[in-house]
């Protein structure tokens, strides 16, 4: 059979960087245990938070006929009502602000919420042309690079780096490349995560302003990817302000609050967009998972899941990233030529590797050989106008998992990196 798929079908089929990443993740959680897990975006599991879900399903298993509604019932294309008002609530108490069901829409996941705005914002346009997505900081999150149904959907802005003390850095926004971005006029959306994914860079409260006021003075959202952030899963471990208002879309998760099997995610965003959102939920899903919607609930409504950020989630991955830091550096000793981005959030080491005799897509290829598997730095530099050396430097490394796995995976990259330089590896 001649079997052809069409322009956008080859392009959402292709082999990706998001791709390989979750095909590696789904392996090495399913089959092959063996292998030493710094890839993907996977949460820890963290014995609190694991037991209030066990009592959560526990109360949904008690409670009536509460299990069979959250598995036998469709809800809304936008959402649980109840769960919309809640987390309405819960915000607008936390946080000052005065949000109602209409400014929220439940997606399948944060993934989904990023393809369904970013087609919805950019690509081919009524008026003629096409117009693109501005990311102000480019290394940005590998999972956005293939979700246009159309070509060139992104324009990146290459991060100034700063160089700090005890082998760290800094990325910083480059606000002259981002306003000579916006001077094209074919800008759609801003678009950044904070905490930054893959770097734990998190923007100052000054650099989210700024490009709060350039979106508001050229009429576009400025999308924030708060996948990590404030007020949950609440993994930033230095000052920030969350924000919100009637320009910017903030997205949310369950997924790093330890629920990612469960794809939910939230859109935050004027009713126009949201009811655009529930519109495209129902033509290519229906309506969403009920389960993490149900199993949190009661969780908004008491305070509980602010609770469970503040106190048990931000102090494990803030404790996780100072030792690993500690692993990372013990590993590297009297190494020269790497340095590592400074941990404000997330759950990721994003190391650099200077002076390396191959590129670090060829280096994660070896070290899964040796049963370590990260994510190469290459795929998280998309939407530049030039090929920037500095993309074959780095890997990402999730220090989620278990401390010994952890620490044995950074040893094992420091004795390839070691060997690699001295030529002793073949």
């Known amino acids: 059979m001649g079997l052809m798929f069409s322009i956008p079908g080859s392009r959402l ?18 089959t092959d245990p063996g292998m030493r897990m710094l890839g993907g975006g996977n949460p820890a599991h963290i014995p609190e938070v694991d037991a209030v879900w066990r009592a959560r399903m526990t109360e949904l298993m008690a409670d009536g006929n509460a299990l069979e509604r959250m598995l036998g019932n469709y809800d809304p294309p936008r959402g649980n009502p109840h769960f919309l008002k809640s987390l309405a609530d819960c915000l607008n108490s936390a946080l000052g602000w005065k949000l109602g069901p209409e400014n929220l829409a439940v997606t399948a996941g944060g993934q989904t919420a990023f393809f369904y705005l970013f087609n919805l914002l950019a690509g081919e346009m009524p008026q003629g042309g096409r117009s693109r997505i501005l990311l ?69 409260d000054d650099e989210i302003a700024k ?14 990817d708060n996948a990590y952030g404030l007020p949950f899963p609440g993994a930033i471990f230095t000052d920030a302000s969350p924000v919100w208002a009637d320009h910017i879309i903030l997205t949310l998760s369950l997924s790093k609050l330890g629920l990612p099997g469960t794809r939910t995610g939230v859109v935050i965003a004027e009713p126009k967009i949201t009811e655009a959102i529930a519109a495209m939920t129902s033509v290519t899903g229906l309506a969403n998972t009920n389960t993490g919607q149900q199993i949190v609930l009661p969780l908004l409504a008491n305070g509980e899941i602010l609770r469970l950020s503040r106190e048990v989630i931000r102090p494990f991955y803030e404790e996780r990233s100072r030792k690993a830091h500690g692993w990372l550096a013990e590993a590297f000793e009297g190494q020269d030529c790497w340095s590592v981005h400074r941990t404000e959030g997330s759950f990721f080491l994003w190391l650099r590797l200077e002076d390396l005799p191959l590129t670090t897509l060829e280096l994660y290829e070896r070290l899964k050989l040796r049963k370590v598997l990260v994510v190469p730095g290459e795929h998280f530099f998309f939407g530049l106008k030039e090929d920037w050396p500095h993309r074959h430097e780095c890997l990402r490394l999730n220090y989620a998992g278990p401390e010994t796995v952890v620490r044995e995976a950074l040893g094992i990259i420091a004795d390839e990196v070691r060997a690699l330089r001295s030529g002793t590896l073949a």
């Not at 050229?218 to 924030?224: A, D």
């Open 136 to 204: 102000p900081l480019v290394p940005e999150y590998i999972g956005y690079a293939n979700q246009g149904v159309g070509p060139d959907l992104f324009v990146g802005c290459p991060a100034m780096i700063e160089n700090l003390p005890d082998n760290e850095f800094k990325y910083r926004v480059d606000f002259t490349a981002v306003e000579a971005a916006l001077e094209a006029r074919d800008i759609a959306a801003i678009c950044v995560s904070r905490p930054t994914n893959p770097t734990g860079n998190v923007l100052t």
């Open 211 to 224: 490009l709060s006021l350039l979106a508001r003075e050229y009429g576009i959202p400025l999308i924030i």
């Open 13 to 30: 089929a292709a082999r990706s960087g998001i791709l390989d990443l979750m095909d590696d993740l789904g392996r090495a959680m399913t």
